[in-house]
């Protein structure tokens, strides 16, 4: 009887065990690439081009490959990423170009990026306000870093996922203090 009871709770202390390891091999795998923001622009608010400094981190002992994309979008008091109501005025979205690197050699990100390990890329996000904006407007522009696996890399597919939102300000140039 007694050994039953022993039986059953080295069951339960390697079943635990198993599960604990288990979830630490999910995090380490979530964490194995990071997208921060490096600098913000430093132009002020009325400038219609500001440049955001993101790096991407391979922080994997893998060489691995990444998609980078952006979505804009007008941020809304939550910034739930859903387009917020316009006052009527016709709304536009934000230019968006993402370089890598470097912003001389003039070549936008198309194709995947590839890393090696504890490898890391300088992405240049460049925004550019069109003329007809809505004045005294927030516009959010969602950078994407999107990992791919190797089994699924040939087809584009990826596993995971991390973003970084940059907001813009459209000033109205004829409010005071401006």
Do not use: W
Request: charged share 25%; glycine share 2%; hydrophobic share 30%.
């Amino acid at each position: 009887m007694k050994t039953k009871s022993i039986y059953k709770f080295i069951t339960v202390i390697i079943t635990c065990c198993m599960t604990i390891i288990v979830c630490a091999q999910k995090k380490h795998v979530n964490n194995s690439f990071s997208l921060d923001v490096v600098k913000y622009s430093e132009k002020p608010n009325f400038k219609k081009e500001h440049i955001h400094i993101i790096e991407l981190k391979n922080k994997s002992q893998v060489s691995s490959s990444y998609t980078i994309s952006a979505k804009n979008y007008q941020c809304s008091k939550n910034d739930d990423n859903t387009p917020s109501k316009s006052s009527g005025k016709k709304y536009s979205e934000l230019i968006t170009e993402i370089y890598l690197n470097s912003l001389n050699n003039k070549k936008q990100i198309i194709e995947p990026i590839s890393l090696g390990p504890n490898e890391s890329a300088k992405i240049y996000l460049k925004t550019k306000q069109e003329n007809n904006m809505e004045l005294d407007s927030r516009h959010c522009t969602k950078l994407f870093a999107s990992k791919l696996s190797p089994a699924k890399s040939i087809n584009g597919k990826s596993s995971i996922t991390k973003s970084v939102t940059i907001e813009t300000f459209v000033r109205n140039p004829n409010n005071k203090g401006h």
